[in-house]
């Protein structure tokens, strides 16, 4: 029989596998429009789409989210993606580890992803609840590179069992100085406003993924779980920044972290603007687990190859050779992004 805490995992992956059906995500990223360059001057073979950053040096600047583990149906799903990761060169974070912190049995749920894939680049998760000899058990636990430590207060708030207490700053700050790898603290879908950041960038955290709203959406997957039928707190179904504006707050500050970026990533034109609008990589969540349990490991090797196919292809047609240049691109917003950006003044 397993813990409820493993339960949880199992109806984390069924609820947002059939809201996924039911409403497909809008990104936000629709509203940034990237200008076309019809004398663009480049090859599709001469695009780099190396991350150049010392830490997280991906081949290929998008990755695989955290979702996984903690029961043995999501083990089996750990092992697909991992997978996945292996024959694409894929980096991948595994799902929360503190149900293994507590549950040894599922502890394989997780590790059988690095069993896959020993030579790849493996990033760990954690609550930033936890302390720091926590994060570093879970590092540990899968040989990681890197560690997420996710902030996820609004999603706490919804869930019935949830917590109720956020004093994080504290911790994240003790993780980020004393844990053996590099730490990325990561919302889980409500977005992150400057100060948030800054406050971050303040405590020693080097990099942030403003992970923002507009794909899985974390309180109607919770109120959902609640199995109240009347949707208790629809009122916060929209709670937070979505993932452009978290990505044009992150923009406007001068100094700061280093930017990831997940939230609705759904196309390989979504990687891209995140990047135009400062991701130096962009993680991908519910699309790949639709398509790795619709379509199973082989098909998710597919879509990602063709991602990786297409990028290339857009960089190129946009006449950039790297990421970098990819700074340098024109763009334009829609009136309600421009209208978010004027009143938080972002220029
Ligand atoms: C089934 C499922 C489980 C998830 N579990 C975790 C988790 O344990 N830790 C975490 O940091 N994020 C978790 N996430 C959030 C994702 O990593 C990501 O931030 C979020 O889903 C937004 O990305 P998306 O719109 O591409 O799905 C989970 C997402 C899904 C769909």
Do not use: C
Request: glycine fraction near 8%; aromatic fraction near 6%; hydrophobic fraction near 40%.
């Amino acid at each position: 029989m397993e813990s409820a805490h493993a339960h949880r995992k199992d109806e984390h992956l069924s609820v947002a596998e059939l809201e996924m059906r039911q409403r497909p995500y809008n990104s936000s990223l629709n509203g940034v429009r990237l200008l076309h360059n019809a004398l663009p001057e480049s090859r599709v073979a001469d695009v780099d789409l190396t991350v150049h950053d010392k830490n997280f040096p991906f081949t290929t600047p998008f990755y695989i989210e955290a979702m996984t583990g903690g029961s043995q149906k999501t083990g089996r799903i750990n092992a697909k993606l991992a997978e996945v990761a292996k024959e694409t060169g894929l980096a991948m974070a595994v799902g929360s580890q503190s149900v293994a912190l507590k549950d040894t049995e599922a502890i394989a749920t997780f590790t059988i992803a690095r069993d896959i894939n020993p030579d790849g680049f493996m990033i760990a998760n954690i609550g930033a609840g936890h302390p720091v000899q926590h994060a570093q058990t879970v590092v540990d636990m899968i040989g990681a590179n890197a560690l997420e430590v996710h902030v996820n207060a609004a999603q706490e708030i919804v869930m019935a069992e949830g917590d109720r207490e956020f004093m994080w700053l504290d911790n994240l700050a003790d993780i980020v100085a004393k844990v053996a790898v590099p730490v990325i603290v990561k919302e889980v879908g409500f977005g992150m406003r400057q100060e948030t950041i800054a406050t971050l960038h303040a405590i020693g955290v080097q990099y942030v993924n403003i992970g923002g709203r507009s794909g899985t959406n974390f309180a109607r997957i919770e109120d959902r779980r609640n199995r109240t039928d009347d949707n208790q707190h629809a009122y916060l179904y929209d709670w937070g920044q979505t993932t452009a504006e978290s990505l044009l707050e992150a923009k406007a500050l001068t100094e700061k972290p280093t930017i990831f970026a997940t939230g609705g990533i759904q196309t390989p034109l979504d990687v891209v603007k995140a990047q135009v609008l400062g991701a130096k990589a962009v993680g991908v969540a519910g699309h790949f687990l639709h398509t790795v349990m619709n379509e199973d490991t082989s098909g998710l090797i597919t879509e990602v190859t063709r991602w990786q196919n297409h990028l290339a292809k857009i960089y190129a047609l946009l006449g950039v050779r790297s990421q970098a240049e990819l700074l340098q691109v024109p763009y334009l917003l829609d009136p309600e992004l421009l209208n978010y950006a004027n009143q938080r003044e972002l220029h």
